[in-house]
């Protein structure tokens, strides 16, 4: 037996701007916060069991005890969602935009066998890739399930 | 509807060292990839139709057109993993320094209601909380249920 299950429940990230991420997120988009607690976090469910946090910057940091450190965004990551049709990249992408997120690369094919994606920087600089990749499913289970992948090309 | 539903697909991080990583999680925390491209990345699934991707940093750059920066390690996020117990705190911590991770806070109450936690990096910089919050948990559906929070306090 693992000694850690192979789950991760929470995804919190430093957040300079907590009203321009929740204008981004719960007015121009949509979601639905399962909690938000002003000035301090808002959370989101974004899969079974399996939440996002957006923790304010200097809470962030005070809780790390990283108080040292600049309150600072999150950087060394990226946040996919993937669609089901390259039309609906290029709307997902558009009203991202529309809210407020910064459109750094615009739908094209990416480096290997039918993937079509943008990439999209949220007010808080988080990036989201947006994607259709005919080469990736969930099955009923939940179980994500890869196709065949060209082994000497990038994967994104 | 909303223009992007409610999910994150991939959570895919800057990879500094990918051997060490594929250490810490593969050989010593037992994980099993979904998906192991040597030189390039590891796929691992951590919740239904969610998967977290260990991205080697020059390529994870490269593929968003940011090669001007230095290759780094993730910074403002925190990953966290819930267990049913103190005790399972204790254990999941203890397992995860002896697979390598770097402790940075041991076992202790937290600043709001009955959690215990602790906080973990691991090779790559990824700083993982390890614990038991009574004040959570996941239904059959996989719906994430929090309890009631003091409204004053921090959330972690």
Known sequence: MNPI????H???LSTPDLQAARDFYVRGLGWEPLLDVPGEIVFFQIAPGTVLG???AVKFQQDLGLDREAAAGPSGLTL?????SRAEVRSVVAAMEEAGGQVLTRPEDGAFGGIFHAHVRDPNGVIWEIAHNPGWRVAQDGAVVFGDLPPDDSVS
């Open 80 to 84: 996919a969602h993937n669609v089901g």
């Open 5 to 8: 299950g192979q789950n991760v």
């Open 54 to 56: 957006l923790f304010e």
């Open 10 to 12: 929470f995804i919190t």
